[in-house]
């Protein structure tokens, strides 16, 4: 009884602070415009995608689980295809994971796998990135956000005295919607011979970049980065998640990254899909303008209401509130409008951020854009 105390004690503390959640219950897309969605292209939903995906020979005839992991797999074809798929776009091999928690937790403390190797991540990297380094052999430290200045020195003062440094970024960050200096790190590592440069395009992969395959591919400088992740279950509207590296990379990854060797593949079905979905996705440079122009709408309408916090013109906008109940109301008023805008508080964000984070979808049209930003300045008018 002692012990369950201790968990409710917590609970409690919790929803004192205004950070306590709940898995929501029932469908809350109805009749709701959905603004917390990762599905950026609006393909989700799409009309017809799934009957055009399964009136392909041989779709329906593909297994719907794996049955086993990676490396024991029975029907391999289709996540050989992806990989071939992938590898075909990046120039390098590809090798994909259960889920983009699955690739930065497996890839990091996989090859941050002794004392000889530095973590230097930016502060602001995703939760699955810290666990990485939490679980490698490494020690590790952290830069402030997008602060290229503070990492050289960093890696100044740090990168002789380690064989290896693995610098961790992401392209476009998932509560700030900023977008991390490519070139710039590409530059910093070339100064440090020692240094391996990991970017995380969760955020950017089918949105950013020349057909939507991220900052990384259309960077001048992609030959400089080591490791490139992305992921399925947003942009893509699937599941899973891919990392592109050298080839010795990928071989080490099969063997040493305990998140691929020891989970159950995705199915195979959703390999399928995933590579159909790619293939669309390709193409949709219309769809990825029109969410760049939403992007800068809502951009010129929150900064007036968030002057002390700069926001970037991005499908990832925050208004930053600084109180995780007024986080809650504020959502909670949104609902009322119509709007699903979710609260995001500690520790998904740093004490005193706590917010409302805007996610945008290229299904969207100026009008919800405008109304929306209506709403915003009428309920936040009050307090």
Known sequence: MHTMNCFNDIITRLSDEGNLRRIPTGDQADGVV????????????????????????????????????????????EYHMLEEFLSGLYHRPALIFNSGYHANTGMVSAIAQSAKTLIVADRLVHASIIDGMTLSKSPFTRFRHNDLT?????????????????????SVYSMDGDRADIDGLAEIKRDHPNVLLYVDEAHAFGVEGIHGLGMCRSSKCYDDIDIMVGTFGKAC?????????????KDYLVNRSRSLIFSTALPPMTAAWTRFMIERFLDMDAEREHLKVL????????????????????HIQPLVVGDPKRAVALSAKLLDYGFKVLPIRVPTVPPGTDRLRISLNAALDIKDIERVGEVLAEITSVR
């Open 34 to 77: 959905d603004l917390s969605s990762n599905d950026y292209l609006g393909l989700a939903l799409h009309p017809g995608l799934q009957a055009e995906f399964f009136s392909r020979t041989g779709a329906t005839s593909i297994p719907m689980t794996s049955s086993a992991s990676r490396l024991l797999a029975s029907h391999q074809e």
């Open 150 to 170: 503070h990492l050289r020195r960093i890696l100044e003062k740090e990168a002789s005295c380690y064989e290896q440094v693995l610098v961790i970024v992401e």
């Open 237 to 249: 509207a699937s599941m899973g998640a891919f990392c592109a590296v050298s080839a010795p990379l």
């Open 295 to 314: 992007g800068e709408r809502l951009q010129s309408i929150l900064s007036t209401m968030s002057p002390d916090f700069p926001i970037t013109a991005s």
